[in-house]
Protein backbone atom coordinates (compact mmCIF):
# COMPACT_ATOMS: atom_id res chain seq x y z
CA UNK A 1 0.00 0.00 0.00
CA UNK A 2 0.69 3.74 0.10
CA UNK A 3 3.39 5.01 2.12
CA UNK A 4 4.57 8.33 3.48
CA UNK A 5 8.17 8.48 5.30
CA UNK A 6 9.41 11.31 7.30
CA UNK A 7 11.96 11.86 9.59
CA UNK A 8 11.25 12.47 12.85
CA UNK A 9 13.15 15.08 14.29
CA UNK A 10 15.06 18.36 13.45
CA UNK A 11 17.03 20.99 15.04
CA UNK A 12 18.00 24.20 13.54
CA UNK A 13 19.25 27.10 14.80
CA UNK A 14 17.07 30.93 14.52
CA UNK A 15 18.07 32.36 11.37
CA UNK A 16 19.26 29.04 9.54
CA UNK A 17 17.36 27.09 6.64
CA UNK A 18 15.11 24.16 7.84
CA UNK A 19 15.16 21.53 5.00
CA UNK A 20 12.08 18.68 5.88
CA UNK A 21 12.21 15.59 3.51
CA UNK A 22 9.65 13.04 2.86
CA UNK A 23 9.59 10.67 0.67
CA UNK A 24 6.64 8.23 -0.56
CA UNK A 25 5.89 5.11 -2.68
CA UNK A 26 2.46 5.81 -4.84
CA UNK A 27 3.78 6.63 -8.25
CA UNK A 28 0.21 8.11 -9.32
CA UNK A 29 0.77 10.80 -6.39
CA UNK A 30 -1.53 14.01 -8.06
CA UNK A 31 -1.19 16.59 -5.16
CA UNK A 32 1.32 16.86 -2.39
CA UNK A 33 1.12 18.27 0.69
CA UNK A 34 2.58 20.14 3.52
CA UNK A 35 0.54 20.90 6.68
CA UNK A 36 1.99 22.44 9.83
CA UNK A 37 0.48 21.30 13.68
CA UNK A 38 1.25 23.96 16.60
CA UNK A 39 1.54 22.29 20.04
CA UNK A 40 -2.20 21.94 21.06
CA UNK A 41 -3.45 23.09 17.62
CA UNK A 42 -5.01 21.78 14.56
CA UNK A 43 -3.39 21.48 11.23
CA UNK A 44 -2.82 24.03 8.85
CA UNK A 45 -2.64 24.04 5.30
CA UNK A 46 1.17 25.76 4.59
CA UNK A 47 1.32 24.54 0.93
CA UNK A 48 1.20 22.00 -1.73
CA UNK A 49 2.34 21.35 -5.16
CA UNK A 50 0.76 19.49 -7.93
CA UNK A 51 2.80 16.51 -9.19
CA UNK A 52 3.31 17.97 -12.85
CA UNK A 53 5.88 20.86 -10.84
CA UNK A 54 8.91 20.65 -10.03
CA UNK A 55 9.06 23.78 -7.43
CA UNK A 56 6.86 25.91 -6.03
CA UNK A 57 7.89 29.43 -3.57
CA UNK A 58 5.70 31.21 -1.35
CA UNK A 59 7.76 33.56 0.91
CA UNK A 60 9.71 31.60 3.26
CA UNK A 61 8.78 28.27 1.88
CA UNK A 62 10.37 26.52 -0.93
CA UNK A 63 8.72 23.22 -1.89
CA UNK A 64 10.71 20.62 -4.47
CA UNK A 65 9.58 17.72 -5.69
CA UNK A 66 11.73 14.58 -7.33
CA UNK A 67 8.93 12.53 -8.95
CA UNK A 68 11.36 10.48 -10.19
CA UNK A 69 13.11 9.82 -6.78
CA UNK A 70 9.31 10.18 -4.79
CA UNK A 71 11.34 12.77 -3.30
CA UNK A 72 9.76 16.07 -1.77
CA UNK A 73 10.86 18.77 0.33
CA UNK A 74 10.16 21.80 2.08
CA UNK A 75 12.58 24.62 3.10
CA UNK A 76 12.02 26.96 5.57
CA UNK A 77 14.19 30.12 5.14
CA UNK A 78 14.86 32.82 8.12
CA UNK A 79 13.98 30.24 10.31
CA UNK A 80 12.27 31.76 13.43
CA UNK A 81 10.77 30.53 16.58
CA UNK A 82 7.72 30.29 15.55
CA UNK A 83 8.04 27.86 13.08
CA UNK A 84 8.93 25.69 15.74
CA UNK A 85 5.84 22.78 15.39
CA UNK A 86 5.04 19.30 13.74
CA UNK A 87 5.10 19.20 10.15
CA UNK A 88 3.48 16.90 8.29
CA UNK A 89 3.94 15.38 4.49
CA UNK A 90 0.74 14.28 2.66
CA UNK A 91 0.46 12.98 -0.84
CA UNK A 92 -2.71 12.26 -2.41
CA UNK A 93 -3.25 9.95 -5.87
CA UNK A 94 -5.92 10.95 -8.28
CA UNK A 95 -7.82 7.60 -7.42
CA UNK A 96 -7.85 7.73 -3.45
CA UNK A 97 -10.54 9.61 -2.00
CA UNK A 98 -8.17 10.40 1.33
CA UNK A 99 -4.48 11.81 1.29
CA UNK A 100 -1.68 9.51 3.28
CA UNK A 101 0.34 11.20 6.14
CA UNK A 102 3.37 10.71 6.86
CA UNK A 103 4.59 10.77 10.81
CA UNK A 104 5.50 13.96 10.91
CA UNK A 105 8.17 16.05 11.42
CA UNK A 106 8.98 18.15 14.66
CA UNK A 107 11.21 21.21 14.19
CA UNK A 108 12.69 22.87 17.01
CA UNK A 109 14.11 25.91 16.26
CA UNK A 110 17.04 27.15 19.03
CA UNK A 111 18.06 30.42 19.79
CA UNK B 1 -14.73 33.16 10.54
CA UNK B 2 -13.18 30.03 11.25
CA UNK B 3 -13.42 27.63 8.69
CA UNK B 4 -13.69 24.55 10.31
CA UNK B 5 -14.89 24.45 14.14
CA UNK B 6 -15.00 21.77 16.77
CA UNK B 7 -16.60 21.67 19.93
CA UNK B 8 -15.11 21.01 22.30
CA UNK B 9 -12.09 21.83 22.17
CA UNK B 10 -11.49 19.52 25.54
CA UNK B 11 -13.15 16.81 26.37
CA UNK B 12 -12.47 14.40 29.47
CA UNK B 13 -14.66 11.92 30.86
CA UNK B 14 -15.44 8.51 32.33
CA UNK B 15 -15.36 5.09 31.09
CA UNK B 16 -18.63 3.82 29.99
CA UNK B 17 -20.04 7.40 28.81
CA UNK B 18 -21.34 8.47 25.78
CA UNK B 19 -20.02 11.80 24.00
CA UNK B 20 -20.36 13.77 21.01
CA UNK B 21 -18.17 15.88 19.14
CA UNK B 22 -19.24 18.76 16.84
CA UNK B 23 -17.83 19.72 13.47
CA UNK B 24 -19.33 22.90 11.68
CA UNK B 25 -17.79 24.25 8.74
CA UNK B 26 -18.54 27.55 6.59
CA UNK B 27 -16.52 26.72 3.51
CA UNK B 28 -19.27 25.75 1.22
CA UNK B 29 -17.37 22.29 1.35
CA UNK B 30 -19.41 19.16 -0.24
CA UNK B 31 -17.02 16.84 2.01
CA UNK B 32 -15.74 16.30 5.82
CA UNK B 33 -14.05 13.83 7.36
CA UNK B 34 -13.29 12.48 10.51
CA UNK B 35 -9.60 11.61 11.94
CA UNK B 36 -8.30 10.19 14.69
CA UNK B 37 -4.20 11.09 15.84
CA UNK B 38 -2.87 8.71 18.33
CA UNK B 39 0.09 9.61 21.12
CA UNK B 40 2.72 9.40 18.58
CA UNK B 41 0.92 11.75 16.21
CA UNK B 42 -0.17 9.18 13.43
CA UNK B 43 -3.07 10.45 11.64
CA UNK B 44 -5.92 7.90 10.66
CA UNK B 45 -9.23 8.58 8.27
CA UNK B 46 -12.26 7.45 10.22
CA UNK B 47 -15.05 8.38 8.08
CA UNK B 48 -16.09 10.44 5.31
CA UNK B 49 -19.31 11.81 4.30
CA UNK B 50 -20.31 14.00 0.95
CA UNK B 51 -23.17 15.47 0.62
CA UNK B 52 -24.55 14.17 3.54
CA UNK B 53 -23.55 10.82 2.59
CA UNK B 54 -21.55 8.31 3.94
CA UNK B 55 -18.51 7.49 1.43
CA UNK B 56 -15.94 5.94 3.96
CA UNK B 57 -15.79 4.17 6.66
CA UNK B 58 -12.57 2.55 8.08
CA UNK B 59 -12.40 -0.08 10.22
CA UNK B 60 -13.64 2.09 13.31
CA UNK B 61 -15.63 0.21 16.23
CA UNK B 62 -19.39 0.29 15.44
CA UNK B 63 -19.37 2.78 18.91
CA UNK B 64 -18.20 5.38 16.83
CA UNK B 65 -21.24 6.62 14.88
CA UNK B 66 -21.05 10.22 12.77
CA UNK B 67 -24.33 12.23 11.91
CA UNK B 68 -24.35 14.61 9.15
CA UNK B 69 -27.60 16.58 9.58
CA UNK B 70 -26.43 18.73 6.50
CA UNK B 71 -23.56 19.33 4.11
CA UNK B 72 -21.98 21.63 6.57
CA UNK B 73 -21.91 19.49 9.78
CA UNK B 74 -20.28 16.40 10.59
CA UNK B 75 -20.60 15.03 14.21
CA UNK B 76 -19.28 12.17 15.77
CA UNK B 77 -20.82 10.27 18.86
CA UNK B 78 -19.07 7.81 20.41
CA UNK B 79 -20.76 5.02 22.53
CA UNK B 80 -19.13 3.33 25.94
CA UNK B 81 -16.06 5.18 25.69
CA UNK B 82 -13.13 2.84 26.43
CA UNK B 83 -9.66 3.88 27.15
CA UNK B 84 -8.19 3.44 23.81
CA UNK B 85 -10.22 6.56 22.60
CA UNK B 86 -8.38 9.01 24.10
CA UNK B 87 -6.69 10.81 21.13
CA UNK B 88 -7.04 13.83 18.95
CA UNK B 89 -9.93 13.92 16.74
CA UNK B 90 -9.70 16.27 14.38
CA UNK B 91 -12.72 17.16 11.59
CA UNK B 92 -11.79 18.29 8.07
CA UNK B 93 -13.69 19.50 4.93
CA UNK B 94 -12.87 20.05 1.41
CA UNK B 95 -14.65 21.04 -1.42
CA UNK B 96 -15.13 18.19 -3.36
CA UNK B 97 -13.71 14.32 -2.91
CA UNK B 98 -9.89 13.69 -3.65
CA UNK B 99 -9.66 17.86 -3.22
CA UNK B 100 -7.65 19.92 -0.72
CA UNK B 101 -8.60 19.49 2.96
CA UNK B 102 -9.02 22.20 5.77
CA UNK B 103 -8.56 21.01 9.37
CA UNK B 104 -10.54 21.82 12.46
CA UNK B 105 -8.38 22.56 15.64
CA UNK B 106 -8.99 19.60 17.34
CA UNK B 107 -11.02 17.86 20.04
CA UNK B 108 -8.38 16.59 22.78
CA UNK B 109 -10.48 13.43 24.29
CA UNK B 110 -9.09 12.05 27.48
CA UNK B 111 -10.98 8.83 29.06
CA UNK B 112 -10.44 8.07 32.38
Known amino acids: GEDVEQSLFLSVREGDSSVINCTYT??????LYWYKQEPGAGLQLLTY?????DMKQDQRLTVLLNKKDKHLSLRIADTQTGDSAIYFC???????????FGRGTSLIVHP | DTAVSQTPKYLVTQMGNDKSIKCEQNLGHDTMYWYKQDSKKFLKIMFSYNNKELIINETVPNRFSPKSPDKAHLNLHINSLELGDSAVYFC???????????FGPGTRLLVL
Open chain 1, 26 to 31: DSSSTY
Open chain 1, 49 to 53: IFSNM
Open chain 1, 90 to 100: AEHSGGSYIPT
Open chain 2, 92 to 102: ASSKGEQETQY
